[in-house]
């Protein structure tokens, strides 16, 4: 039986059959009784890790025993085995042979927080965005096909990802092309009571034999001679699995479904994977597991240690007194929803899957009938906030900006093209840490300055996201308001709901020679650099539509226009200044600063945005080196 830790233990434990068993290879010399010590002890060695780097934490010792057996009896990296999200990956980074690298977990050059293909032949396919498994398992068994190759095709999803529509789309297509691959559905919110654990461990030992199959398959041909006996035998069959088992739904789709079975009973795990492994057509194994399992505390509360920061150290360090840090944000945008709703009954709030993350908890419970959460589905959520919007209802999308790039289609289709009265909340936006470039909102300024009609606005500190919002929910029409994430300036908040002039830009400093165009949260650094270069700073505010008479004005009181923005530069804001001055036959010159053409690696926000230039520093030394150019 597991044991189950209490606390996080600050000295490496010892793990002598963790220490055979650090590859595949290795952990297949181990016996199978010998597997069950081995989970305790990647359990603890997860927990020890986790601890020094911080990191997700409960989805991965929800998988100890999943892992240990999928690597056990595949084949694994010859077998492909893809994550779904990754959040669950860090025992499979243990067991493929960076055992040694985890410490370097998020941090600058060192281990991702979630599969990479460049970093290891066992991470078959690179996540970071949820529900992609199926898909690129499925195109793996069928490239296994078309090269004749017996290697199989392994796909772990959770519930939570198993309600996007593209997870959906590849389980209907898998059978249509009789794809020889197994999908392992890691359903976490669910508990199994003894009898029904037992029954359904049981009847999944039996389904999954190749004796059952040989039989059916055997019955199969001989019905099949008999007109309708077939029909009827499988029928039978259907909805006697059907008492049984849920999974009537996966059946009537092609898939063969066995379980539920318990996902930390390791026999029972590798008696039915071994089961299975050779069975022909698409397979699909359901096991129930406690997100969190072998730690009191996350198991007791799984979404409070979802994640977790790194511990501090026995020793404590004196460091210098941090300045008083204003809300995040997120909980400006959360307050900011409650208020707002409280004021104007039309309000809803529409989230996938982040309450949490985008600060709706308080919304939900003070609002419960208009709030939303239609779990992991971008698409529908923007959808569902258009056919609300058609029928009078106000709805607010709160939405990071990496998994708006999932809703594309929707925002423009179904809202902009309809002109609906839709206002996005658009967290995450910029750089995000040790998250890395799937997480990061490198992108939306560029996406969304080409849709026709969409105000977009780029707050400069927390005050500014109050009022922005407001003035985005009171336009009537599509707009977006894009902010990063943590803490800004702790700028004081306006109580009410005020608004302010769409398109209209503030000059924050007079200066000469240089004008800097900050959009969004890099007014700081760039005042700071005004201040040395005697600069004019402008908060542009809007990045559609743009105070073109701003920039008017400085492009002719000026001889450099500086754009700052924490988006690419590829069809960003400082994009959309150029065009302007270029149609209206301005010519000065120009510097763009802001996210290069590349995906920035993760490591720490600051060291990021150092990287990029972005930080004060390399502001300064971007204008310096411009400006020395110029003569």
């Known amino acids: 039986m597991p044991t189950t830790f209490q606390e996080i233990p600050r000295e490496r434990p010892s793990t002598p059959l963790l220490d055979q068993a650090d590859t595949p290879a290795g952990l297949r010399r181990l016996g199978e009784a010998e597997l069950e010590g081995l989970a305790d002890e990647l359990r603890q060695d997860l927990l020890y890790t986790v601890g020094q780097t911080g990191g997700h934490f409960g989805a991965g010792l929800g998988v100890i025993e999943l892992t240990i057996a999928l690597h056990y009896v595949f084949d694994t990296p010859e077998d492909r085995l893809v994550w779904d999200v990754g959040h669950q990956a860090y025992p ?4 493929t042979g960076r055992r040694e690298r985890m410490h370097s977990l998020r941090q600058k050059d060192g281990l991702a927080a979630f599969p990479r293909r460049s970093e290891s032949p066992y991470d078959t396919f690179g996540v970071g965005h949820s529900s992609t498994s199926i898909s690129a398992a499925l ?24 309600t996007a529509g593209m997870a959906f789309e590849a389980l209907n297509h898998a059978p249509e092309v009789n794809a020889n691959m197994l999908v392992v559905l ?12 037992g029954l359904s461990n049981y009847l999944a030992k039996i389904l999954s034999s190749r004796t059952y199959a040989s039989m059916r398959e055997g019955g199969k041909k001989v019905l099949s001679r008999l007109p309708g006996a077939w029909e009827i035998a499988r029928r039978t069959e259907e909805y006697a699995k059907g008492m049984l088992v849920p999974g009537t739904l996966f059946e009537e789709l092609g898939w063969n479904y066995i379980g539920p079975i318990d996902g930390h009973d390791l026999p029972t ?10 069975l022909k057509g698409p397979q699909f194994l359901h096991v129930v597991t406690k997100k969190g399992k072998g730690f009191g505390p996350a198991e007791a509360d799984p979404i409070g240690w979802h994640a977790i ?11 210098p007194p941090k300045k008083a840090a204003g809300p995040k944000y997120s909980a400006v945008f959360g307050q900011w929803l409650c208020d707002m709703a409280a004021a104007d009954a039309r309000l809803v709030g529409i989230t996938p899957a982040m309450k949490e993350g985008s600060d709706l908890v308080a919304f939900s419970e003070r609002f419960p009938e208009r709030y939303f959460d239609v779990a992991i589905a971008e698409q529908h959520a923007v959808t569902l906030a258009a056919g609300l919007a058609c029928d009078g209802i106000k709805p607010v999308v709160a939405i990071y900006s990496t998994f708006l790039q999932r809703g594309y289609d929707q925002l423009v289709h179904d809202v902009a093209v309809q002109g609906l009265d839709v206002l996005f909340a658009i967290d995450r936006a910029g750089l995000v840490g040790e ?13 969304l300055r080409c849709i026709p009609g969409l105000v977009i606005m780029a707050p400069s500190d927390e005050n500014e996201l109050r009022l922005m919002l407001s003035t985005g929910y009171q336009y009537m029409g599509p707009a977006a308001v894009r902010y990063p994430r943590g803490t800004g300036p702790n ?22 020679r240089v004008a800097i165009l900050v959009f969004g949260v890099q007014l700081t650094e760039a005042l700071a650099v005004a201040e040395r270069l005697d600069a004019t700073v402008v908060d542009m505010r809007f990045v559609k539509p743009l105070d073109e008479a701003v920039i008017r004005e400085m492009a002719g009181q000026h001889s450099l226009i500086v754009t700052l923005e924490e988006n690419a530069t590829m069809g960003g804001a400082g994009s959309a200044v150029g065009e302007f001055l270029a149609s209206q036959g301005l010519c000065v010159p120009l510097l763009h600063l802001g996210l290069p053409d590349t995906y920035v690696e993760h490591a720490k926000p600051a060291q990021m945005l150092a990287e990029c ?3 004060e520093a390399g502001i300064e030394k971007a204008i310096q080196a411009r400006l020395q150019a110029a003569g």
């Open 491 to 512: 700028a004081a908040l306006a109580p009410g709901l005020d608004t302010v002039e769409i398109g209209k830009a503030v000059v924050r400093r007079r200066g000469k």
């Open 435 to 447: 998250d890395g470039p799937t997480h990061a909102g490198s992108f939306d300024l560029s996406f």
């Open 186 to 197: 890691n359903d976490n919110d669910m508990s199994i009571s003894r009898n029904v654990g």
């Open 269 to 278: 795990l590798i008696a039915t994977l071994r089961n299975m492994r050779d």
């Open 309 to 319: 920061t790194k511990l501090d150290p026995l020793v404590p360090v004196i460091a």
């Open 92 to 95: 499979h980074k243990i067991l």
């Open 139 to 162: 195109g793996m068994a069928i490239a296994a096909r078309l090269q004749g190759s017996e290697r199989k095709a392994i796909a772990v999803i959770g519930d939570g990802a198993l």
């Open 613 to 615: 230039g972005l930080d």
